[in-house]
């Protein structure tokens, strides 16, 4: 039964790093990633924020973190940006440094910083604001390299979940409101500076973002999208960006994660890691360091620019924001004697000439009231009102003022080329880099022990993406034949109902009585001790991937979503809040290894060779995993899945599992788990079914009623493809196939075997 004890996973898992592997793509991801590192700063830290499914997105992060890493990797390396930053550098550390000794250096730097933004914090409002402004995207984004830190090449790492409970917290521990995120929109909310979401389509501009904002985003995002792979610079960059914290710094707010919760998991780690990890958290922290020194001096370069602005910029800035909209409004108004909308729909207008002219006009010149006609057109009533913030007005104003108090300086409009130098450093290295690790292979048709492999550990082998999104879609349209006939299922009923909310409830609490509790009778009779493992063994397969399914649904730019919440707030549960005596992936080692059950862990190639679980059980897992890819393509389906699933956890099944295991002497922990916290009183069942009519209700006030139905029936598909992997004697019966032969997914035995999760 042992495997290999060489090979063999032991509890507690002490990784600080996974082992170096490289970097699978396709040609076709290659192309498109060169595409997409072509286009500008603004549009490659979109993507990387809004695309978490695509392969060329992967080959992206990878160069984006090559280039940013590239110049910190040694000690004495002199970056190519980021190092003039007005502010003092941290002393270079030594690899041996302890957490204390890494504190203070972080503190010094801290305390360079804190000076700089002391004084951006007294300047003028306008200065403030745009200050604030420019920061807000890496505010908002900081920490989302722990968004699938967690993940099932992780589980259940001692270091990523001590990394994951201040992910918790973070989040608000489940409550969007009470997250890092939502608390700092609402500090600048206090301020005056108000934002769209993160992912809204104007959100950077409106927050004014500079090519070196986005740029550094866009490394922070590379690192959410690969963080299992750079967890020791993930490690280092976590401590350093949290420790200076620049933004709580800059709102005035208290520290969501205190310096000594975090160097706690720095000091965990730096006993997990070996010189190379070391190495390699050192890097992190350089370049953390580096990019937030780099990032303080550009808001500090921001504000003396802005400081600096003549009332005649300010005014040019205005009217360069408007033109390309004012066009056509301005038929018969003539400046310079050229038509105002000429001018306005010139794209190569100098502004400077323009408002040359524009001063010496009869618009500007005083009426009697002792106004203008411009101004009193901009003012309520006039049919200007409304196009110009209260802000540009007041701006207007002055300088009009001015102008007919005669002053008539010379136009020089001064451009905001903040941070340009550097960000034009950092686009140059993304574009030159060229990762030896990055390996170009297209995927033949891997068996399902080299598939799962290849989806646990996602992060290096991205050119399976086409084939799971393939495979997740192929099967959950072939459970659809459980639309007519799912009524039959022994522990589900995935026959098709018009949904209400009502019905769906009933559904659950029918199938919970019907199907899973009242059939229940204690085993009279405990099949013997061989039995019972190898059962057990069947179910391990998917149970090493517990939760996996929603491990990537509530990411940055997702996360305010009620339901998303809601459904990490159960992936959060499953982990254990990141208490490792809590954690299922825990959990179900320690039953195992109480059946002298000894596997590698999953994320190792060995574990393609274990002899323990059976092959014929393969498919629910590859399923569960290649759904958990999709998490946008296929949210629908992850609820309906998310439902099935939680239930399945519930009555009989379990019942007589915990029954057997306790008649042995093995561990029933993670049996107990499960039947407690999958409740359908209030617990994950209940939750997966609130969660699905909350989403269905978004979707009916943003959509109408009529949009209900097909996202509806993607939903039930969802569940359906869960039934479909259980209820191998209704799917033998349906399709009238021989009994005696296997169905995909389906243990060979005589007896009717299911899988539990
Ligand atoms: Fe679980
Ligand atoms: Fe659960």
């Known amino acids: 039964m042992a495997a290999a004890p060489t090979l063999a996973f032991e509890l507690p898992d002490t990784i600080a790093a996974l082992p170096p592997r490289a970097f699978e793509f396709s040609g076709k991801a290659r192309e498109e990633a060169d595409a997409i590192i072509g286009q500008q700063p603004d549009a490659l830290f979109l993507r990387l924020l809004r695309d978490q499914e695509s392969e060329a997105v992967l080959l992206v992060a990878r160069r984006v973190i090559d280039a940013f890493l590239r110049p910190h990797t040694r000690p004495h390396a002199r970056p190519q940006a980021g190092q003039d930053a007005g502010v003092p550098a941290a002393a270079d550390l030594l690899d041996g440094a302890s957490a204390d000794d890494i504190a203070g250096h972080v503190a010094e730097t801290r305390a360079g910083l804190a000076v700089t933004i002391g004084s951006l914090s007294r300047t003028e409002p306008d200065t403030r604001d745009a200050v604030i402004r420019q920061r807000a995207p890496l505010g908002l984004l900081g920490g989302c390299w722990l968004d699938v830190l967690s993940q099932p090449a992780t589980q259940p790492s001692v270091i990523v ?46 927050a004014g973002a500079r090519p070196l904002t986005t740029l550094h985003g866009s490394f922070y995002l590379a690192l959410s999208r690969l963080p299992a792979n750079f967890l020791p610079e993930l490690v280092g960059v976590h401590y350093v960006f949290h420790a200076l914290g620049v933004d709580d710094l800059l709102l005035g707010m208290a520290p969501m994660l205190p310096e000594p919760a975090l160097r706690d998991v720095l000091a965990a780690y730096l006993e997990l890691a070996g010189p190379a990890e070391r190495r390699r958290l050192h890097t992190g922290i350089r370049l953390a360091a580096a990019l937030e020194r780099e990032h303080v001096a550009m808001l500090a370069e921001l504000a003396t620019w802005h400081q ?32 105002l909308s000429a001018a306005f729909s010139d794209p190569g207008l100098d502004v400077a000439e323009f408002l040359r002219e524009f001063r010496e006009s009869g618009p500007l010149r005083r009426t009697r009231d002792g106004h203008s006609r411009f101004v009193n057109a901009i003012k ?120 209400s909310p009502e019905a769906l409830y009933e559904r659950a609490e ?50 305010e979503r009620p339901c998303d919440s809601a459904l990490f707030s159960i992936y959060a549960d499953e982990m ?32 393609m060779d274990q002899a323990d679980l059976p092959d014929e059980l393969y498919g629910f897992s590859l399923q569960q995993l290649c759904m958990a890819l999709f998490p946008d393509t296929y949210y629908n389906e992850i609820l309906g899945y998310n439902l099935a699933i939680e239930m399945f956890g519930l009555g009989e099944l379990r019942l007589h599992e915990i029954q057997k295991l306790r008649h042995y002497g093995f561990d029933d922990c993670y049996e107990q788990a499960h039947l407690t916290i999958d409740n359908i009183s209030a617990g994950h069942s209940r939750q997966a079914a609130d969660i699905i009519v909350c989403y269905l209700d978004e979707v009916r006030r943003a959509r109408g009623d009529a949009a209900v139905p097909q996202e509806w029936r993607r939903v039930w598909r969802g569940y359906a493809s869960l039934a479909y992997f259980v209820e191998h004697a209704l799917l033998r019966t349906i399709r009238g196939d021989d009994p005696a032969r296997p169905l995909r997914g389906q243990v060979t035995r005589d007896e009717p075997v299911d899988l539990v999760i």
């Open 576 to 607: 254990g809040y990141g208490d490792l005596r809590k954690n299922h992936i825990t959990l179900i080692h320690q039953a195992l290894r109480s059946m002298d059950v000894r596997l590698p862990h999953i994320r190792e190639a060995a574990f």
């Open 161 to 206: 979940n001590r990394l994951f409970a201040q992910h918790f917290t973070q989040r608000g521990e489940g409550n969007p409101r009470r997250s890092l995120h939502y608390l700092r929109h609402r500090q600048m909310e206090g301020v005056g500076v108000y934002l769209p979401e993160t992912g809204a389509a104007d959100f950077l501009s409106r």
């Open 510 to 559: 029918r199938v919970y009585w019907e199907k899973l509790v009242d059939p229940y009778q204690p085993l009279a009779e405990i099949p013997d001790r061989d039995e019972v493992v190898f059962l057990q063994t069947t179910y391990a397969l998917g149970a090493l991937v517990d939760a996996a399914w929603i491990h990537r649904v509530a990411n940055l730019g997702r996360f």
């Open 308 to 339: 600096g602005l003549s009332l005649e910029s300010k005014a040019a800035a205005i009217v360069a924001r408007h033109a390309p909209f004012a066009g056509r409004h301005h038929r018969g108004v003539r400046i310079g004697g050229r038509p």
């Open 380 to 499: 309520f009533g006039g049919p200007m009102f409304g196009i110009f913030d209260e802000r540009e007005a007041a701006v207007f104003q002055a300088w009009v003022e001015s102008v007919q108090a005669g002053e008539r300086p010379e136009i020089v409009i001064s451009a905001n080329t903040a941070g340009d130098a550097q960000a034009a450093q950092w686009a140059a290295a993304i574009a030159a880099s060229a990762p030896a690790d990055v390996v170009i292979a297209d995927v033949a048709a891997p068996g399902d022990r080299e598939l799962l492999y290849r989806l646990v550990n996602i992060e290096n082998y991205a050119n399976t993406l086409p084939l799971a999104a393939e495979r997740a879609a192929r099967l959950f349209a072939e459970a659809e034949i459980l639309f007519t006939r799912g009524a039959g299922g022994r522990y589900t009923d995935a026959s098709y109902f018009d949904y």
